[in-house]
């Protein structure tokens, strides 16, 4: 098709007609994306305008379980909506996060978040209902649970120091239970034998409560699980604390070094909890969304209640938390595939 019909017409045109024609479709782009810009801010200064759902993955009376529901009080007098948690157990989590990943992202539905969810499941299952990469926009993290290197009593070591020179003595015979296959009970130890060149015995319990009884029974020697989880056996001498898998101490056990005060490097295992929300949740409603908890998590009503579950309390932002998850998909993507575990 000939152009010079078109160019015709514009002959004899002032140059500032043909000037606006030419922006006219610039402009055009330019006003709807301040419209919808403007529209976005408005949706975000009117929300919460009815209920927000908290989807959480475990059963009631689990530590994200008590976490959520403290945050629903603080949340409806300062955002003027109920949070409501809705329990989704089922498929080590995948099950909440499916319906948290194919809900409407209008900040309405929310996914209260773990490793285990989001940063180890790619790592083990080859087929998942959601990809944790894509599905979500990360909120806040809310707080991280120190896991600690415990020992039977019974076993002859007083450190880590120890412990791995006895296993390097003793390769393969000494019993290293975990909570599950896969878990970070599990992952955790498989780590730190890697970082210190040795080798265990995995045997997987179902939860940390039938591995301590069998490390108390003398069936098994060591576990790396939560303070809490331990803490009966621990103030019976039955268990003793080795190390922290964390970057600093734990304030309820000031007295024992992290992996690396104790000579292992690299054994880093966070168990943490965050808000996340579904992907195309617009910016405004997530920064909305994270000026709330993390004025929540300010409360000092609620860092009694985490300080008394030895949680440590994170708040992080949307960006800071989208790091970590990277740097922690990427630390279980290697132990995974480094100690070949594989979920029967």
């Not at 152009?3 to 606006?20: D, F, I």
């Not at 955002?79 to 499916?98: M, P, S």
């Not at 108390?216 to 019976?236: C, E, H, I, N, Q």
Request: charged content about 20%.
């Amino acid at each position: 098709m000939s152009v010079r019909p078109w160019r015709s017409r514009l002959q004899g045109q002032s140059p500032n007609l043909l000037r606006v024609r030419a922006a006219t479709p610039i402009c055009a782009v330019a006003a709807l994306a301040i419209a919808l810009l403007g529209s976005a801010v408005a949706c975000a200064q009117g929300f919460p305008s009815r209920p927000v759902r908290l989807v959480v993955p475990v059963a009631a009376g689990g530590l994200r379980d008590v976490i959520a529901r403290a945050m629903g009080p603080e949340f409806h007098r300062s955002a003027g909506q109920t949070l409501v948690v809705d329990n989704r157990t089922g498929g080590g989590g995948l099950i909440a996060g499916e319906i948290v990943a194919n809900a409407t992202p209008d900040g309405y539905t929310l996914f209260m978040a773990s490793g285990a969810e989001i940063s180890i499941a790619p790592a083990l299952h080859p087929k998942l209902p959601y990809d944790p990469r894509t599905a979500f926009v990360p909120v806040t993290r809310l707080i991280d649970t120190p896991m600690l290197l415990f020992s039977a009593a019974a076993l002859p070591v007083q450190s880590v120091k120890e412990l791995v020179a006895l296993a390097r003595e003793k390769p393969g015979a000494i019993v290293f239970a975990s909570s599950g296959p896969g878990s970070v009970s599990h992952l955790a130890q498989e780590l730190f034998a890697q970082r210190a060149g040795i080798t265990f015995i995995h045997v997987p319990y179902r939860g940390a409560a039938l591995a301590l009884a069998d490390i108390a029974a003398g069936r098994a020697s060591l576990l790396v699980t939560t303070v809490t989880s331990a803490k009966p056996l621990l103030d019976a001498g039955r268990v003793r604390a080795l190390a922290v898998a964390a970057d600093k101490r734990t304030a309820s056990l000031p007295e024992v070094p992290t992996f690396e005060e104790a000579g292992v490097k690299g054994v880093d295992a966070p168990v943490w909890a965050g808000i996340m929300a579904p992907k195309g949740t617009p910016a405004t409603i997530v920064s909305r969304l994270d000026g709330e908890f993390r004025q929540i998590l300010a409360n000092a009503e609620f860092k009694r209640l985490t300080t008394a579950r030895d949680a440590q309390i994170a708040a992080d932002g949307p960006a800071a938390f989208a790091r970590m998850i990277r740097e922690d998909m990427q630390r279980w993507a290697r132990v995974v595939s480094t100690a070949k575990v594989k979920l029967q």
